[in-house]
């Protein structure tokens, strides 16, 4: 593999990981060889609890999986973006292209043979045209025509047909073509079908036969290729064409592009070891044309009329700078632009992952910490009989590596399955196309596609990460007081000691009760300075000086460096809002406050700031991510010298919800008590109205780490599915045109009668397409400079991007168009419409952001001025707005009706006409376009066609939202395993509370409903959280940007709804347990 990390390639590491773990595991298995009462201890743990061992299993399986989901897309993307672009390429290694002589391609071919690492090459020649299917009668501008000659098999290889049939170019007889898969498709041309092909800059056309449809395009220039282009091209034979150009231009056809192919076997072998072949051949290209290689940093159109070199392979193969983003469905900015799904794949996705695998290792961490707990009384009868601490660690690590050697194999099978399911939800999403550039970037196929490598870093990693886990853990039991294991206590808590004491102990020395100094070795006074002076620094931490001084540091380093280190101003603003939270808890216990009311300031302060902190520095970020196409274009992310880091993008997202999460803690006894309250007016659960929220409240670290994993997935999938299933609603064509699907412009000079006359009459001339017909027009010339002024404070000037537009009733009659604000009196979008058609004098405008417009229904009716000038007259006129449009419609000016029109401006200007069509149902937009095409003869005019249905960009985000909401559910398991793992913990440390219950008379249900409480507590905290913060979110951007966006509550509801099943089934196993557990069995603590 050619990708490198940390200056080392991928083989390199994973060897090295694999050589790390073995040794590992080595010494492991060594040391319980010779001890196998430790191996037996350690195996038999494993397996005596198996529905302990099964929760285990499927936690850490479930890191493991998803790590390998990570690596294995990135690995499938990658993979499928070289192989799509070596199937684009053939086995061509190497393009020059340029104006050339007939002398310079002999001399060049000749010179190519002789090289020891050339093993074929030939010339052809390509060139711009026009494609005209006689069939569809559809026009391909801008493709390019491929005239290859007899040995181009040679040199490009093998090559298919859609139906998966060999072709050959040889074969290409006069009038026989080969057509691109893009251009068969964009045309809708099959084998057998008749083409007419211009020349650029040629007069007169070919006609030419489709003998086959290629099943992919040929890019053999390194900027297109770079881009993952697709071009509609038309093959055919370099002698037929070298023929028509000496009888009718009476030229000579010189190729411009030469094609190399290198000794090798076909692909990216043909570069040779570490691309040695290539690289002679490149400075042989370079010696022969005196030019270099194309450097792939300033990605622009190939120009035919400059010699260029293209290093196809693996230079142009392997990169993936030519996109704008690692993942291939992002392959222009174009889809950046138009998608909010594809910003937040670009930007998102990177943190989404790495704050998923925190919270992977938090849930191991978790798991750990319960398998400790759990053998917390046996490992401190073993202590009690005479076996040392590192026999308890080896114990541990015997255990623990059972657990995750077998909880691994079973991850990379679960990870790979996921990364297949993941990618066939990838592959339904469409290629957005671009209207204003010529060359687009294609569909790649995405396949299945994990290496090795990346294999090994999942098993590698999660094994690894167990064993530093469990070891930790195993250390930390294992110097636990004998008599509170063997009772199943917990550890005295540590008290604070004042910062002067430490000090003392840092420059004094040790004395006992009575002055007498106690004698040290050098060894125990070097080992007492370390624990006072690691003691002195979490002190100075958890008071908050330390964590004033970090985050000041840090603060002004960020400032120092600019955009590259926001993550930097972030982390250290952060730091000194905890420290203000810090400061305030210690001011409290040096006044001697209540520890509970400092704790509640603390906790809020912190909490407030960070959520304050987090949404004020995440606005511009937000509206990237999260907004629709004009608001995204105007982000200063689109202009910065580059895109934001991961750590970034996670804090932008991580401030804002931990924020919330503190707040939510801090104020969880009060949520308690009114939870409280109301269960004593249940009567069969009123007994457990305090037993079932007391545990979380005791343990508020735990419950406040359970919450923020949850809530971070919760809130993550809400704010992408309400967002962007809001931003496709508002993007429906019955929302933005009022339901029709298609808009024709005829622009320029008078509108043509007879144009007008068929357009009109298509709903009866191509009914099967069209259902009905609009016809819109300006109401002044579009150089009439007209001003529309509003009657509020400041006399604002109304922005409008265009004239005012006349409707016809047709138009008025069948919209659907819904209103952002309806004037006083009008209760449904339908009677402003109706109001509009019958009343002349009204008129209804699109809503602008900071000109005093009424931003909502009910608002009194008000008037504007229109002022219009022309070389004539200068015209006056008043209109009355009874209807405010939403600012994303497709019309960014004043509507009014024909009948206003006459009334306020006969002579309304005619010069520029829209026609609006509404399709049939069932009737394809391509269909259509086709259909009046050729119906209304659009090529022979200046009208241009242009589709409003925005159906494949909703389908586009569709897709994206649904790869990236399943591949957050992974994230939901996580918070839901971490519910589980607290539940289980609970049921081992309250083994006495329960037998006490018991013996006081609660029955199994009551039990199991206190459990079900407590649970459902903290479930529902996470979720109603998560859900409060993104609705903020979202509502905030919607109101940033004039837009009103209804929030799904059903199906938001339902999500909510599944994710507290997912989490309360969790915790089913415990929950069952607990119920089973009788009196005496918890009283004796067995």
């Known amino acids: 593999m050619h990708g490198t990390l940390i200056g080392q390639t991928q083989t390199l590491l994973a060897l090295e990981l694999l050589g790390l773990l073995g040794g590992v595991l080595l010494v492991i298995l060594a040391m319980g060889g010779r001890n196998p009462f430790l191996l037996h201890l350690g195996w038999r743990n494993t397996l005596r609890r198996p529905g302990r061992t099964a929760t285990m299993l499927a936690g850490l399986m479930l890191s493991t999986a998803f790590i390998t989901v990570i690596l294995g897309l990135q690995d499938s993307f990658r993979n499928s973006q070289v192989s799509d672009r070596l199937a684009k390429v053939g086995s061509v290694d190497e393009v020059v292209t340029g104006p050339f002589t007939q002398d310079q391609v002999a001399q060049a071919l000749t010179r190519l043979h002789t090289l020891p690492e050339v093993q074929a090459s030939t010339a052809l020649y390509v060139h711009g045209i026009t494609v005209t299917s006689s069939q569809s009668g559809m026009v391909l501008p801008q493709s390019f025509l491929y005239a290859v000659p007899s040995d181009f098999d040679q040199v490009f290889g093998p090559i298919t047909d859609t139906s998966g049939r060999r072709q050959q170019f040889q074969v290409l007889n006069d009038g026989a073509v080969l057509l691109s898969r893009t251009a068969a498709e964009s045309a809708h041309i099959r084998p057998g079908d008749q083409l007419q092909i211009k020349l650029d800059t040629y007069a007169g056309t070919l006609t030419v036969t489709v003998r086959a449809v290629l099943s992919t395009d040929l890019v053999l220039t390194s900027s297109e290729l770079a881009i993952n282009s697709t071009q509609s091209e038309v093959i055919l034979s370099f002698s037929a064409l070298q023929q028509q150009f000496e009888q009718r231009y009476h030229l000579p056809l010189v190729p411009n592009m030469l094609c190399v192919k290198n000794v090798g076997t076909g692909g990216l072998d043909d570069s040779g070891p570490n691309d040695v072949r290539s690289q002679a051949v490149l400075s042989a290209l370079q010696s022969i044309f005196g030019v270099s290689p194309e450097n792939l940093s300033s990605l622009t159109p190939t120009d035919l009329t400059h010699v260029s070199i293209h290093p196809l392979k693996p230079t142009v193969v392997e990169s993936m700078g030519g996109t704008s983003s690692l993942f291939p469905l992002v392959s222009n900015k174009w889809e950046l632009i138009v998608s909010p799904a594809a910003r937040q794949l670009t930007y998102l996705l990177p943190a989404f992952s790495s704050m998923l695998v925190g919270a992977g290792l938090l849930l191991q961490i978790l798991l750990w910490l319960l398998l400790a707990a759990e053998r917390r009384t046996e490992l401190g009868m073993c202590r009690a009989i005479g076996l040392q601490r590192s026999h308890l660690l080896l114990a541990l690590l015997i255990e623990g590596c059972c657990y995750s050697i077998a909880a691994t194999v079973l991850g990379l099978l679960l990870g790979i399955g996921a990364t297949t399911l993941e990618l066939s939800l990838l592959t339904q999403a469409p290629t957005l196309v671009d209207p204003f550039v010529t060359v687009q970037a294609g569909h790649i196929p995405l396949a299945l596609s994990v290496n090795w490598q990346s294999i090994c870093f999942a098993g590698g990693l999660s094994i690894l990460v167990s064993v530093l886990v469990i070891g930790i853990s195993a250390a930390w039991i294992s110097r636990m007081d004998i008599v509170a294991a063997l009772r199943d206590l917990d550890s005295p808590s540590t008290r604070r000691i004042p910062l002067l004491v430490l000090l003392r102990h840092l420059h ?261 397409d069209i259902a009905a017909v609009a016809r819109f027009h300006f109401l002044y010339a579009p150089d009439s400079a007209a001003q529309i002024q509003l009657p509020f404070p400041g006399n604002p000037i109304y922005s409008a991007q265009e004239p005012p537009l006349v409707m016809d009733d047709t138009y008025l009659s069948l919209t659907t168009m819904p209103f952002y604000a309806r004037a006083q009196g009008y209760t449904s979008d339908r009677q402003v419409w109706d109001a509009l058609r019958e009343h002349p004098g009204y008129a209804v405008l699109q809503y602008r952001a900071g000109e005093g417009l009424p931003g909502a229904s009910g608002f009194t009716p008000f008037t504007i001025d229109i002022t219009a000038q022309n070389v004539a007259q200068t015209l006056h006129q008043q209109l009355t707005i009874i209807g405010i449009m939403s600012s994303n419609i497709h019309w960014s000016t004043v509507l009014l009706s024909s009948r206003t029109a006459g009334n306020v401006s006969p002579a309304s200007s005619s010069e520029n006409a829209f026609y609006y069509f509404r399709l049939q149902s069932g009737v394809s937009v391509d269909q259509a376009t086709g259909d009046l095409e050729r119906a209304l003869q659009l090529n022979a005019t200046d009208a241009s066609l242009t589709v409003l249905d925005q159906s494949e960009r909703n389908a586009y985000t569709t897709n994206l939202t649904l790869f990236l909401s399943s591949y957050l559910a992974v994230g939901l398991l996580f918070g839901a395993f971490s519910i589980g793992v607290v539940a289980s913990r609970a049921v081992v440390e309250r083994r006495q509370q329960i037998g006490l219950l018991r013996a006081l008379g609660f029955s199994q249900r009551l039990v199991r409903y206190s459990f079900i409480l407590e649970s459902s507590f903290l479930i529902l905290l996470s979720l109603l959280t998560g859900f409060a913060l993104a609705a903020f979110i979202v509502y905030w951007v919607d109101r940033t940007l004039d837009q009103t966006i209804a929030l799904p509550f059903g199906f938001i509801g339902l999500i909510l709804l599944g994710c507290y099943l997912i989490a309360l089934g969790c915790t089913g196993l415990s929950i069952h347990h607990v119920s089973r557990i009788s009196a005496a069995e918890a009283l004796r603590y067995e």
């Open 508 to 768: 004094t020395e040790v004395r006992d009760n009575r002055g007498l100094l106690i004698p040290e070795t050098p060894q125990r006074r070097h080992a007492r300075y370390c624990e006072t002076l690691v003691r002195l620094i979490w002190e100075l931490c958890v008071r908050g000086p330390l964590c004033l001084l970090i985050g000041s540091g840090l603060y002004e380093q960020g400032v120092r460096l600019g955009d590259a280190a926001t993550w930097m101003q972030l982390s250290g603003l952060a730091l000194v809002i905890a420290s203000a939270g810090l400061f305030i808890r210690w001011g409290g216990e040096l006044l001697h406050v209540s520890p509970e009311v400092g704790r509640w300031l603390c906790l809020n302060c912190i909490g407030t700031g960070w959520l304050v902190l987090g949404l004020r520095m995440a606005q511009d970020f937000l509206l990237l991510v999260f907004a629709p196409m004009a608001s995204a274009l105007d982000s200063p992310f689109f202009s910065r010298a580059g895109d934001p880091s991961i750590l970034e993008c996670a804090l932008y997202l991580l401030l804002p919800l931990m924020g919330s999460v503190l707040i939510v803690v801090g104020n969880s006894g009060l949520l308690a008590y009114l939870l409280s309250q109301l269960l004593r007016l249940i009567r069969r659960l009123a007994p457990l109205s305090r037993t079932a929220l007391a545990y979380p409240l005791t343990f508020r670290f735990r419950s406040g780490v359970t919450i923020l994993l949850l809530s971070l997935i919760a809130f993550l999938i809400q704010l992408l599915i309400i967002n962007n299933v809001g931003t496709i609603q508002q993007s429906q064509v019955q929302v933005t045109t009022g339901n029709f699907q298609l808009e024709l412009a005829v622009n320029g000079g008078q509108s043509d009668q007879r144009l007008e006359q068929q357009v009109l009459a298509t709903p009866d001339s191509l009914r099967q």
